[in-house]
């Protein structure tokens, strides 16, 4: 197992905690963390472009001019894909499909790698626990005395904290989330990640299965 430093609300340090080596000291693959960043990636993106084919322009039923006599190419509709205003030759469509599948196993295997990799550069920060007032000074100067200030900061919750939320969501550079639902794509987004003890066992109880 590895060791980390705890922090109290005042900034200091407390004591030191003991990590799950198979959750936090596992060596990073950029292939495996790529992979799973890009399928997750795909699976959030919608199709919202759309192009409308000739049949699905509006106007153009009658034939421009007769087939013959006329000198001038022939035409059957004014919707031709060769006309301005008419319409698209393979163009985007919303029904196109990003989604990627991706195996829960690599899913967790990179999500362990980027926890690992936080723990390596010392930018995993753990709180031993805190007394929230409920107020966004609170929140804003705790942040400020905790390593890493000034650098986009995701603060895992172990438990859903509408006051927290709210006075948290007015701090710069500060995001939230609830720690057993961590993903590889928040890990990579942020460059410092704020938890406390009772996260950490909640991601190794998510990640140990």
């Not at 004014?78 to 195996?103: D, H």
Request: hydrophobic share 35%.
């Amino acid at each position: 197992m590895s060791q980390i430093k705890v922090y109290n609300q005042t900034g200091s340090e407390s004591g030191t905690l003991e990590l799950k080596e198979a959750v936090f000291g596992i060596k990073p693959k950029k292939s495996v963390v790529h992979q799973v960043f890009t399928a997750l990636m795909a699976n959030a993106r919608e199709p919202w472009a759309h192009t409308k084919n000739k049949g699905e322009v509006r106007g153009g039923g009658k034939k421009p001019w007769k087939q013959k006599g006329t000198g001038r190419a022939r035409h059957g509709s004014i919707r031709s894909p060769l006309w301005k205003g008419g319409g698209v030759t393979f163009g985007p469509l919303k029904t196109r499909n990003f989604k990627q599948k991706i195996n829960k196993k690599m899913n967790q295997l990179a999500t362990k790698m980027c926890l690992s990799d936080k723990v390596f550069d010392s930018k995993l920060v753990v709180l031993e626990d805190f007394a929230y007032d409920g107020k966004t000074k609170f929140v804003a100067n705790l942040r400020k005395i905790l390593p890493g200030f000034g650098h986009s900061t995701l603060w895992l919750m172990p438990k859903k904290d509408e006051k927290f939320v709210k006075a948290a969501h007015n701090v710069t550079k500060v995001d939230l989330k609830m720690a057993k639902d961590v993903s590889v794509k928040d890990l990579l987004n942020h460059q410092y990640i704020i938890v406390t003890k009772k996260g950490i066992e909640q991601i190794e109880k998510r990640l140990s299965r």
